[in-house]
């Protein structure tokens, strides 16, 4: 299977997250990360412009982990993907020091 991931992350004020765009044959879809998590990634509360950064310095982690998800169903009810906190306990993250600045 090949994924893509065209296109930049933004920022949704609406829903407090980042989100980017993923494919795969025909399903286009949405995957959004709650700045809840980057809080927790970053060991502290976070401005829409530092979960941007702080998404393309580890966009790879987040993108496989979008992949786990999508090969496993585990969809939200719209059929896009949320990456939780708990998606960053996984070996990417697992190794890592916190992201500060």
Request: one cysteine or more.
């Amino acid at each position: 299977m090949l994924f893509a991931f065209p296109g930049e992350g933004r920022w949704n004020a609406e829903r407090e997250a980042l989100e980017f765009d993923v494919g795969i044959g025909a399903y286009r879809g949405v995957v959004r990360v709650p700045r809840t998590v980057f809080r927790q990634l970053l060991g502290r509360s976070a401005t829409p412009p530092q979960c941007l950064e702080a998404y393309y310095r580890e966009r790879t982690a987040f993108e496989v982990i979008a992949e786990m998800k999508l090969r496993a169903r585990l969809l939200t009810a719209d059929g896009d993907v949320e990456i939780t906190g708990r998606d960053l306990s996984g070996d990417r993250f697992r190794a890592r020091p916190r992201l500060r600045e």
